[in-house]
Structure formats: structure tokens, C-alpha cells
């Protein structure tokens, strides 16, 4: 049961592999972890404050404006009306500028948290456009393939921008996802900037007929068609460049067993998905060897898809 006038909140949100390579900017789905952790204390300011940051070694902005958990406060707040002051406390525990969507889980925890002590919280679904205006400040694009996942959980496909039409697509229980954070970084603003502008026919083709492949994939569970579905032709030839060894790792990723390996949202991490957990392991063993042998340390992560999301606790 709900507190009456509750004055604090915590919540948690997920990493998330956007793109799932064929779907750049339109698939995305979440993990169980690692997850950030977002406290909120209303004050009886007005004011937004971020009070506290802990592991990020020092480097995310304190300024509330600059930083994506307080820049969604503010926007719910600014959209709702309401005049309240905020405390917030960010746990980082998503490596940043590391393609596993920390910019967007800080937002969705935080937003999700003030929404929970709100008199009238909003449905959860529209909290994501405040998450969005977060990713703009963050990197310049108001993406929701990391936001909309790490809100709402499982596999989501964001099917029009404007307006914003999020679709979730169901997937097959045995599927896991190996996650592989190498310990580089890359600003996921960089890693637009080398985005062609423009996309020959020919692999527009090549890149409707994964996308559509892997949705009938997922929904059917027709493994070998999840397979075949993911290849990227349009994001990954410039972006595997920034990745040491990049072409390396994948191929043996799919020797090992993967289904398929790309680069998670816009790298450095690498995700493979595989058909059960074992597999999973065993892929995730491969790709940190090869990373190992490319002279870079990685964390591995694997995990069923996270179908449940961001989650609110405490609210007290
Ligand atoms: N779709 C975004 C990109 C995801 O690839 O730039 C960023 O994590």
C-alpha cells in the first residue's frame, strides 16, 4: 500500500543494448545488471539538487541541468507543475560512455522515483519523453532505444519518433544476452558523429529485411532467424573502427555458439545473444579473451532479458 504524502523514493534502472545491430535508433532491450540507483528527498525549496554521486569518480556534472537524472526531474517537474524541491543521490553503477545506456538509466531512475511520491503519479509509459529530453542533453539526440527498454523492460521497438510509439515484442524465454564491457570508453556523441548522413539503397534494403527479420524472429522463436537478422550494415562498418579487434571477437563470439554479436548501442560493449544460459557463459568467456588478447580488461555480464525494467522501492 501506498504512503500517504510520501517524502522520499528510491529507484533502480538497467543497463540496455540499443540497436541490437540492425535497428539503430528503433530496437532495444534490458538486462538485470548492473543497474543505476536514484534517491529522492522532496525539500521545501524549489530548487533540483543533486546531493550526492557515487561511482563515477568524480566526473558527471553536480549541476542538476547538465546531469540526465536531474535534467528529468526537472522536466517532470516543470511538466506536472509542481513546485517542490528535490534532493537527489545517484548511484552510478553503469560504466559511463560505455554503450550499455548509463545516460538513460539515471534518467528513468530518477524520474520514476519523483513520479512515486507525486499526488497524481503519471502512467508509467508517459514518463519516457522526460527521459528522452535527458539523452538530448547528454549526447545531442533524443534516442529512446536505451530509455524506453530501461523503463518499461524486455524487448521494445520504437516504431515512430513523433509521435513517439513505443511497441514491446515478445521474446523467447530461453534467449540470453552476453553483455562484454571492455574497459575503454566512447562517447556515445562521438560515436554519432561518424554516422554517415545518408544510406545507399542497397543496404537499406539490406538493413529493412533484419529489422523486420528479427521482430518475426523473436515473436516465432525461430532462433536461426534471430541469427541471420543480426547484421548491421549501416552503424557498425564506421563504428567497429573505434572497437580494438573488433571483427575478431565477433566471429569468434558466433564459433562459440552466439546467435549473432554486435556492438551494444554505441560501443565500446559488445553483446551476443544465445540461445540459453550456457551458451551465454561460454560466448562471454570467448569475447573477454579476445578483448584480453586486444590488450583491454573487460566486465561480463549475462543475463536473461529483463523483462520487469526500472523498479521503485522505499517509498516512504
Ligand atoms: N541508438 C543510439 C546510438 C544508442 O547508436 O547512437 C546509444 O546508446
Redesign the pocket.
Known sequence: MRMANPKTATASAPATV??VSCG??VF?FAVARPADEVRIALTPTTDVRIISITGDQGILPTDASKNTAGVAVQMYLSHTGWKTGVNLELRKNLPLGS?M?SS?ASAVAAVLAINALHPQPMLRKDLLPFALEAERVA?G?A?A??AAPSLLGGFTLIRSYNPLDVVPIACPPELHCVLVHPHIEVK?KD??NV?KTSVPMRDAITQWGNTAGLVAGLLTSDFELIGRSLQDVV?EPV?ALLIPGFHRIQHRAKEVGALGCGI???GPSLFALTRGSETAHAVGHAIQTEFANAGLASDVFVSEINLTGAQVYDVV
Do not use: L, P, Q, V
Open positions: 540499443a540497436n539503430f535508433d532495444g554503450g545506456g538513460a549526447c539526440a534516442h532505444d536505451n556515445t560515436a554519432r554516422m552503424a563504428r551494444s548501442g554505441s
